[in-house]
């Protein structure tokens, strides 16, 4: 089948607002990788299992690479990027860094997505529930060990400071 | 790898979702397109046309009706995970939803597009099988209604035809002697199951009755273990796992044997007949 029209799609980006033009084939992290430059988030095994892609859409965690970007028309999207600059990952960043939570960081913008959810729920979710969240985030570089670590040392902080 | 080109057209209704799958053969229907979209960028389907039916009115409701809980097509399962109507009404399904992918999946993937994707290792077909569940479709020729245990008809395979939109699943609601159990083998928490369990069950007396076992990985699509079932109701736990022999013929895939898959398709017996026998879960 030859190339699809194009549509032409609104969309919210990290606060800021979007037009662009995209094929109906085009998934959502391609889009955010190639037409917006926004590289931070991965391209890995493209069919749902890795979670390097993994980006925030209406504020809620997606697989960049099971959405595509014309559904986004209208749509609020965040990825590390804007979470980054706004600094609400601050303490996660610096408990990766400081836990040795990621060795070559391929994965770790969709780690802390990931985490981050769980994170916002509230309280200390405990280490069987942290795994279990973030089974769908492959690292092949720690063994995981260090950032359960990390994301545990932050949800026990954030409930310190109430 | 990248999807084949395809066109996309947004639906306004179902009807109209139904009129656009109808004029094209080789069109789609998208929900939350976590197995469909995963197939398009492996190139498994080469769809021409992708329906979009996100964000149409009416296919998004849970609801208890009639002394059955009605699931929309396009409840999230973490919409589902979330819900105390399911909690209460549906308790195997807030069982198995934990199971199904990852949080990022379960954000996006739908109730309706799991049951109708049939994929004959996934929770929710099976769920459905176990629980004697129903499929409300819209078609070309009207709104009708299929049972469970008729929709899987093959690998991947279901009553759908291509002009039909599945609108919502329905499961009878649990009561106070519903007994429900669940179990799955997963290499990784949240992978398809190498083999899974799903199982209803009506407390009576000592015992149990009206049995429903649905495995999952085990065939083309879920499997009613009925020797087992009928053992089961006769309080023979390992006659009921012996009769599993008959029942299950596992194929080989690339996770397994199939003789490994019944000899684990019998552990999962003895802990989801506990899970029965212990009570409502």
């Known amino acids: ?162 | 790898m990248k999807p084949a080109p395809f066109a996309y057209t947004k639906a306004r209704s179902v009807e109209h979702a139904v009129e656009l799958a109808g004029r094209d053969g080789e069109a789609r229907i998208l929900a939350g397109g976590q197995s469909l979209i995963a197939t398009l960028n492996m190139r498994l389907s080469r769809p021409t046309l992708l329906v979009d039916i996100n964000g149409l009115d009416g296919l998004d409701g849970l609801a208890l009706k009639d002394g059955a809980v009605e699931i929309g097509a396009l409840v999230r399962h973490a919409q589902a995970g979330r819900s105390d109507i399911i909690a209460k009404n549906a308790p195997l399904i807030a069982k198995a939803i934990p199971h199904i992918g990852h949080p990022a999946i379960r954000n996006r993937g739908t109730i309706g597009g799991s049951i109708a994707f049939a994929d004959p290792a996934a929770e929710l077909p099976a769920c459905l099988v176990a629980l004697g569940g129903e499929v409300v479709i819209a078609g070309g020729r009207g709104e009708r209604t299929v049972k469970a245990d008729d929709f899987f008809t093959g690998l991947f395979e279901t009553e759908l035809g291509s002009d039909d939109v599945l609108k919502a699943i329905r499961v009878p609601a649990a009561n106070a002697a519903t007994r429900i159990g669940f179990a799955e083998l997963a290499r990784r928490h949240g992978d398809y199951a190498l083999v899974g369990l799903a199982a209803a069950a009506r407390a009576e007396g000592d015992g149990l009755a009206d049995i429903r076992l649905a495995y999952f990985g085990v065939g083309a699509t879920p499997v009613r273990a009925r020797k087992a079932e009928a053992e089961l109701a006769r309080g023979a736990l390992d006659d009921a796992v012996a009769a599993l022999a008959d029942d299950l013929d596992p194929p080989d895939d690339v996770q397994e044997t199939g003789a490994v898959k019944r000899h684990l398709a019998g552990v999962l017996l003895r802990r989801v007949a506990k899970q029965l026998m212990e009570g409502r879960q």
């Open chain 1, 1 to 162: 089948m030859s190339p699809q029209p194009a549509h032409d799609i609104t969309l919210m980006v990290n606060g800021e607002a979007i037009a662009e033009s995209v094929e109906p084939r085009t998934t959502l992290v391609d889009f955010l990788r190639e037409a917006l430059g926004l590289t931070g988030s991965h391209v890995g095994c493209e069919h749902g299992v890795c979670g390097a892609c993994t980006v925030r859409l209406d504020g809620v965690i997606v697989r960049g690479c099971l959405t595509l970007a014309v559904q986004c028309d209208g749509r609020r999207v965040e990825t590390i990027e804007g979470l980054s600059d706004s600094g609400e990952l601050a303490d996660l960043q610096a408990a990766f860094e400081r836990r040795n939570a990621l060795q070559c960081g391929f994965c770790t913008p969709g780690m802390m997505l990931t985490a981050q959810e769980l994170l916002a729920a509230g309280g200390v979710p405990s280490r069987d529930t942290i795994r279990a969240h973030i089974s769908g985030n492959y690292c092949r570089c720690t063994g995981y060990h260090a950032i359960v670590d990390a994301i545990e040392s932050v949800a026990q902080a954030r409930a310190q400071q109430g």
